[in-house]
């Protein structure tokens, strides 16, 4: 190895143990003695690197686990006289042996990896405080249902089979890819509830219609219409958070195709994100009305069980396979027409099987699975504002109605633009 790299290599060692050790010298530095500091983590970090250099020269990668044994034994040590003294924490010492470790990745070339493992371990150092006052937050159905999500992203996924299964059109069919779509969508649904928790659903209509609208607009929309019927004064208000969620699922709609079919983005970007600017500006409108409104609950149960999650891959494979039929018996016509209904259910569903079907050799034109993305999104905003039509009241239907004539306008029109 040459000197300039041999160099660089150490120095990004001890820049990303001086970070580490920095954030503890800071956090503790009122707190008495500290175990480590900056100059102790950036030695380790050091020591890291230099016994993965010793291994190299010696030929034997037993010299490592000897410089490991005894940086081991030292924090062990440590801890114990911590821990005698009255101080029963591990914190810094783990974050000790990580940057140990990080160390030598830096020397074996493992740049990004440990670049990336230094960030994270002096983020999740910093915030203590939040992740305990939010563990304080979550219930015992949070926990469980954070579980399932794992189970089911690495246990069931990786054992399903990732190939069709016979003749059109069943070879739209692909266990793998189906169960996929479920974790993607479940994930997306899971990272918009832990938000809510984070924030609170009480911290203004327009942030819960905003952070709603990643769990389901669809559920924002119902819970607010029913309120506004209860509560006339805060229609404004309640119009305001309705919006940003509708806003917020035309940004899903996007992260979905840019997830699955990349290449179909660009066909549906502009009525997409023209319609989820028409939901902006009319959220910029409404928000002066919202701020004279009270602060409005939306409670939203933990987005994610085993059921509705094998439901949506048994819905979203019954889509696919219909699409598929639909496209070989009816053209282009039958595609629109099962986007429409489909997403009366579910837009999410429909949203992943026009991406999918929309793939070179999926079956289904770009342009035309583009414009049914388009559709889709529109008719499920076409149902969300007829829930207002009918459970909200009339000063709701009339903030709401202009909103949602725009969007339906400048959506499908330009869908058949495309």
């Keep these: 190895m040459d000197p300039v790299t041999l160099f660089y290599r150490f120095g990004l060692a001890l820049v990303i143990g001086g970070l580490v050790g920095l954030q503890r010298e800071h956090a503790e530095g009122g707190k008495g003695e500290l175990f480590a500091g900056v100059r102790t983590f950036a030695l380790f970090s050091l020591v890291g690197a230099a016994g993965a250099l010793l291994a190299e020269v010696l030929a034997h990668p037993g010299a490592y686990l000897v410089v490991l044994a005894v940086v081991g034994l030292l924090i062990v040590v440590s801890h114990g006289i911590s821990s005698w003294r009255g101080a029963v924490g591990l914190t810094t010492e783990m974050a000790a042996l990580v940057t140990f470790l990080v160390g030598a990745f830096c020397y074996w070339g493992m740049l990004e990896l440990a670049a990336a493992l230094g960030v994270t371990v002096t983020v999740l150092l910093s915030f203590k405080g939040e992740v305990r006052r939010f563990a304080q937050k979550l219930t015992q159905a949070d926990v469980l249902a954070a579980l399932k999500l794992a189970v089911i992203t690495a246990i069931v996924l990786p054992l399903l089979p990732n190939r069709t299964f016979g003749v059109p059109p069943w070879d739209a069919f692909n266990p793998y890819r189906v169960w996929l779509m479920v974790v993607l969508v479940s994930g997306v649904g899971f990272a918009g509830y832990v938000l809510m928790k984070r924030l609170g659903p009480g911290k203004g209509i327009g942030l819960t219609g905003l952070v ?46 840019s997830v699955v079919n990349v290449a179909l983005l660009a066909r549906i970007a502009f009525p997409v994100i023209a319609s989820g600017l028409v939901g902006l500006l009319s959220s910029l409108v409404l928000l002066r009305a919202a701020r004279r409104g009270e602060a409005a609950a939306l409670e939203v149960e933990a987005p994610f069980e085993l059921g509705p999650a094998v439901r949506f891959g048994l819905l979203y494979a019954g889509i696919l396979v219909a699409a598929r039929a639909a496209h070989l018996y009816l053209g282009n016509l039958g595609v629109y027409l099962s986007s429409v209904v489909a997403s009366v259910a579910d837009v999410d569903a429909i949203t992943l099987t026009m991406a999918d079907l929309g793939r070179p050799g999926g079956g289904v034109d770009p342009a035309t699975a583009a414009r049914a993305i388009v559709i889709a999104a529109m008719a499920n905003t076409l149902v969300k504002g007829g829930m207002v039509v009918v459970l909200g009241g009339r000063s709701l239907r009339r903030a709401i109605a202009p909103v949602l004539a725009a969007m339906l306008v400048v959506g499908v029109g330009l869908a058949f633009a495309l």
Excluded: K, N
């Excluded at 029913?226 to 404004?236: D, S, V």
């Design 212 to 257: 709603g609208g990643l769990v389901s607009s669809t559920a924002v929309t119902l819970s607010f219409a029913q309120r506004a019927r209860r509560e006339a004064g805060l229609a404004p208000a309640l119009a305001l958070g309705i919006v940003a969620a509708w806003t917020v699922m035309f940004g899903r709609v996007l992260v979905v195709v």
